[in-house]
């Protein structure tokens, strides 16, 4: 039961649901559609409004948090990200934004912006699809990259540099920076998951693999050996942020070579979002962050 004060909503998230054939890893070909996955787990979640915590989560403490953050791009120069012209004024000018705000938030100075994914989200609650584990806003919990994939992602970015950097074993992480485009969020908003309270939480024990074949995503991610979803947990808390505004971004660790800090996220559905909730548009710029101190 949530404390006085707190406000809640309920919904329903995906999670890991286990393999038809008993294997403990999935795949999904993306070309054909086969998968021996299940359908993902429907959990009924109770979800509390970090605007009413007191404290609120915070990057340094939790890996995730609401800052307040203006940007000079428009909705229409957002929405246009998926042209090349749209894309490449994105990556010189918002790109800028996101490292500067990542610094401010994580006090790294080793901020790399390298990627961003532009979505728009007006599913009902109940479409949830095996083969859509990993695609688009979905109502699936999940972490961007675990400890093999997020050496790998970190060295396709940054080369000979990374090799240096996690050979010094300092701490690194994705650091994602999710902000509405166009109005207050109200459908399908993005839900973390707090797992301090669950005793030995890591990325082998609480996520399982799927391996994917013939992904269309390699294009706009890069190679990623596999998907890592999340494992549901009784003793997981669930946070989220009511209407989140076009002057406020979710700053969070979507990996972490810290996984005390990692969150595990994913779009949830809000019994509490009207009927005719606005379709929901996002924009989410991942960085690679090193930690020297």
Not at 176 to 181: G, L
Not at 183 to 204: E, M, N, T
Not at 246 to 254: G, I, P, R
Request: proline share 6%; charged share 30%; net charge negative.
């Amino acid at each position: 039961m949530a404390a006085a004060g707190v406000a809640t909503t309920t919904g329903l998230m995906g999670m890991w649901n286990g393999t038809k054939d008993g294997r403990p890893e999935g795949y999904i070909d993306w070309a054909s559609g086969k998968t021996n996955v299940h359908d993902p787990l429907e959990v009924r979640i109770e979800v509390q409004d970090m605007r009413t915590l007191d404290p609120q989560p915070n990057y340094e403490s939790n890996g995730y948090g609401i800052v307040k953050h203006k940007s000079s791009l428009t909705p229409e120069q957002f929405l246009a990200g998926n042209d090349p012209e749209g894309k490449k004024y994105i990556e010189d000018v918002y790109f800028k934004e996101v490292a500067e705000l990542v610094r401010q938030v994580t006090g790294s100075e080793t901020v790399v912006p390298y990627v961003f994914r532009i979505r728009q989200n007006s599913m009902r609650a109940g479409e949830f699809a095996a083969n859509r584990l990993s695609h688009a806003a979905l109502p699936v919990a999940h972490v961007d990259r675990d400890a093999v994939t997020g050496e790998d992602g970190v060295r396709e970015v940054l080369g000979e540099v990374a090799d240096e950097r996690i050979a010094r074993g300092r701490r690194y992480a994705q650091v994602n920076v999710w902000r509405t485009v166009d109005r207050p969020v109200q459908k399908w908003p993005l839900c973390f998951i707090d797992h301090s309270a669950v005793p030995g939480w890591g990325y082998d024990s609480h996520l399982a693999r799927v391996y994917p074949a013939n992904d269309p995503r390699i294009a706009i991610r890069g190679e990623k050996k596999h998907d890592s979803v999340v494992k549901y947990d009784p003793g997981y808390k669930y946070h989220y942020v009511s209407r989140l505004d076009v002057d406020e971004a979710l700053v969070f660790s979507s990996f972490d070579s810290d996984v005390t800090k990692v969150t595990p996220h994913g779009a949830f559905w809000d019994d509490a979002s009207p009927d005719d909730a606005p379709t929901r548009r996002s924009i989410e710029v991942r960085c690679w962050v090193f930690f020297d101190d």
